[in-house]
């Protein structure tokens, strides 16, 4: 990977330190992901930079905690240089707890970045649970939003990242179905699991890989 990739040292190390062994591992989509890091790679896509799982480790939570949403977006905020260098090159925070305002009713987007490459808004939606499609229903609702309200001249379409504890393959596929260009559906670790585990689930995953 080194060799064909023609990193240099400093881009290993960054590989390194963001853990891409155990990312690789982890990811259910290894081509994508490891196409993903081709240095020459001018413009890519949305899709191609997308990671899943994300590792938020250096938010110093155990995966076993019992934590809210709120608490998960402090931690995050308390991170931005760490979480910005974990989503990848080109996004750039813009809000927090974005207020918008649907048919007299507000909600809120809970992180909104801008990807400086791609020229378009990236709306982030934090969830403690398993992935379930009225997730992607909202996050939808909030890119129309922004397609509507928010655009610029020479922004490109929005799209989101649900980030959620688990998730079913099957299920972000039905559920996303037609929409699988605005909303990517990623799975969070706040911690890796010890070496053992480890071991297991990547062996689970490239014999699942493998059919």
């Not at 989509?29 to 993903?36: D, G, I, V």
């Not at 987007?109 to 791609?118: A, E, G």
Request: some cysteine; proline content about 2%.
């Amino acid at each position: 990977m080194l060799v064909k990739n023609t990193w240099s040292v400093k881009e290993l190390k960054r590989h390194i330190g963001s853990l891409l062994y155990e990312r690789t591992g982890l990811s259910k989509n290894k081509e994508l992901l490891l196409n993903s890091l081709k240095s020459d790679e001018l413009q890519p896509k949305f899709s191609d930079i997308i990671r899943d799982p994300y590792i938020f480790e250096f938010l110093g939570l155990k995966q076993s905690d019992v934590f809210r949403e709120k608490e998960l977006e402090k931690a995050i905020l308390d991170h931005l240089q760490e979480f910005l260098l974990e989503l990848g090159k080109g996004f750039c925070f813009e809000a927090r707890q974005k207020r918008v305002l649907i048919d007299n009713e507000y909600d809120f987007i809970d992180l909104v970045f801008y990807h400086r490459i791609l020229h378009c808004h990236v709306l982030i939606d934090l969830k403690m649970e398993r992935f379930h499609h009225s997730h992607a229903s909202q996050l939808n609702t909030y890119i129309e939003y922004y397609k509507k309200y928010e655009m610029n001249k020479g922004d490109n379409l929005p799209v989101g990242i649900l980030l959620c504890s688990d998730k079913d393959q099957e299920h972000v596929e039905f559920a996303t179905a037609g929409i699988e260009q605005k909303v990517f559906v990623s799975k969070y670790l706040v911690a890796l699991p010890d070496k053992k585990e480890l071991e297991l689930f990547i062996k689970k995953q490239l014999k699942e890989y493998e059919r």
